[in-house]
């Protein structure tokens, strides 16, 4: 079974960091770009943001450029999201996927591979 779990959510201050994980197996995750979705309560999911398959190509929302940073190691089939700067509007789940991208490196909204898993819960509070 071909998928990818995250993991490294938890409970943060506003202005803290966290680094969210995301681990394939059942698959080469080297071959397809990845990208990192939220969902808050009681909206729809979003991109936050995708990598090209080489690591090259980062592409990011609006909302999270500058204090987000998403990065892999193909190697060991993993894609990270490094958040800095952490706001309470980035309360949300946070899930990773394969998919495919379009001009630019404009990241795709849906999974290619498998569907979406559990993701991993990030709450900014005090």
């Known amino acids: 079974q071909s998928l990818l779990v995250e993991s490294g959510g938890g409970l943060v201050q506003p202005g803290g960091s966290l680094r969210l994980s995301c681990a394939a197996s059942?698959?080469?995750?080297?071959?397809?770009?990845v990208g990192w979705f939220r969902q808050a309560p009681g909206k729809e999911r979003e991109v936050v943001s995708c990598v090209s398959y080489t690591g090259l190509t980062t592409n990011y929302a609006d909302s999270v450029k500058g204090r987000f940073t998403i990065s892999r190691d193909n190697a060991k089939g993993m894609v990270y999201l490094q958040m800095n700067s952490l706001k309470r509007k980035d309360t949300a789940v946070y899930f990773c996927a394969a998919i495919s991208t379009g001009p630019n490196g404009r990241c795709g909204l849906v999974p290619v591979i498998g569907s979406w898993g559990q993701g991993t819960q990030v709450t900014v509070s005090s």
């Open positions: 059942g698959f080469s995750v080297d071959r397809y770009a």
